[in-house]
């Protein structure tokens, strides 16, 4: 039985070889390669996260869902075949190895020290889950640092009046949807159905990893502002996308509704949404720096993921977790914007003992006299026109 067998172990030794060979094949000098090709030809496009294009996500469970029972070798050919962008091929076979062996190390895979090739054929599952790193996140803000991360100022800077707000000129985006009546429309003529096919990239700025990613920037004479994820307002050059200043809010922005009005950038912010009742805060920051003008927690109120709206010299707030049944019910509250102080609220649905908020059964209107439902002692009213 052992000399039938014999003739077997160079066929089994040589197959535990490759399996070796080919599973979480590459090494520490090829993702720091990698890291460095990636920057000069991905990063612009894919971002420093390699999730800035969604058709196209390279880091995260998207990924690994969608390329972890493909071979390393079929991801590196998808590279060789598809980039750089406009010069598909145009790399070393190495370079694009090495391209891959930084996205799986940013996916969480470990390197064993053998090379990556394009004819390595390990499973991409397998890669990502072999080692002991964690996956790769694009570079936070340390724990507890709050405040101006990146200091400039925005030149040429002027105050926002009202008068601008309900009037804004063609070329700025001052409110979210641009306007009061929420058009989001923008007035500008220059690019029309007849050259809109000759729009190229001009600049790209990635959003960073993690958070609440529904950007709604707004444009001034010149200058965005932008809630990032992450707790990150930036202004940037809306020209050439260089940034100008950047603040760490330490929580969560509200990435729907910011305010310009005077001279400040005004957001609402929690640790967190929709998980647990967070107490919401108001922020100004100083449009033209950054540098924190007031902070003041919302009195009473739970932190919603829209921010607030400028009308008629307040702002006017909502509020979130109103699902939570309890005695403090939600409603909406202006605030002063030159100090965050809290000047009045309203609900939409008056408490007992308010005005509007007794029982029906004992001030029935002509109009609410017929119901169409019962339940218990309690009447539901039809409302008739």
């Known amino acids: 039985m052992s000399v039938r067998l014999r003739p077997l172990w160079p066929l089994v030794a040589a197959l535990v070889i490759w399996y070796a060979q080919s599973t979480w094949s590459f090494t520490p000098e090829q993702v720091t390669a990698g890291r460095t090709a990636y920057e000069q030809n991905c990063s612009s496009c894919h971002g420093a996260n390699l999730r800035q294009l969604p058709e196209a996500l390279l880091a995260g469970r998207e990924f690994v869902a969608a390329w972890g029972s493909r071979g390393t070798n079929e991801l590196v050919d998808r590279m060789r075949t598809t980039m750089p962008l406009g010069n598909p091929g145009g790399l070393p076979e190495e370079t694009y190895a090495a ?6 190390q940013f996916n969480g895979g470990g390197n064993n020290g053998q090379l990556l090739t394009a004819r390595t054929t390990t499973r991409i599952s397998d890669a990502v889950t072999s080692g002991a790193a964690t996956p790769g996140r694009a570079p936070a803000v340390p724990a507890g640092r709050t405040g101006i991360t990146v200091a400039g100022t925005v030149p040429n800077f002027l105050p926002v009046t009202e008068a601008m707000l309900r009037t804004p000129k063609p070329d700025d985006w001052l409110m979210l949807r641009h306007d009061y009546a929420a058009t989001s429309y923008s007035p500008l003529t220059q690019i029309t159905a007849g050259n809109v096919a000759q729009l190229e990239l001009a600049w790209m700025w990635p959003m960073r990893e993690g958070g609440t990613n529904q950007p709604a920037p707004l444009v001034y004479n010149g200058t965005m ?8 307002v930036q202004a940037l050059n809306a020209q050439t996308g260089k940034l100008i200043w950047e603040y760490a809010v330490g929580a969560e922005v509200a ?32 449009a033209r720096t950054g540098q924190q003008v007031w902070k003041v927690q919302m009195p009473d109120v739970y932190a919603s993921n829209s921010g607030p709206l400028l009308a008629n010299g307040l702002l006017i707030q909502g509020m979130g977790t109103c699902a939570i049944y309890e005695e403090n019910k939600c409603f909406i509250s202006a605030y002063d914007p030159a100090t965050g102080q809290q000047r009045w609220r309203f609900r939409t649905t008056a408490l007992s003992g308010e005005p509007g908020g007794d029982p029906l059964e004992a001030k029935r209107s002509p109009c609410a ?17």
């Open 225 to 232: 502002y932008l809630a990032n994820t992450g707790g990150i």
């Open 255 to 286: 990435p729907r509704g910011l305010v310009l009005y005077e001279n400040k950038l005004i957001f609402h912010s929690a640790a967190a949404w929709a998980l647990n009742k967070q107490d919401g805060y108001l922020v100004a920051l100083d």
């Open 369 to 385: 006299q017929a119901t169409v439902a019962r339940k218990g002692h309690r009447s539901y009213p039809r409302r008739d026109s």
């Open 99 to 104: 391209i891959a062996a930084y996205v799986l």
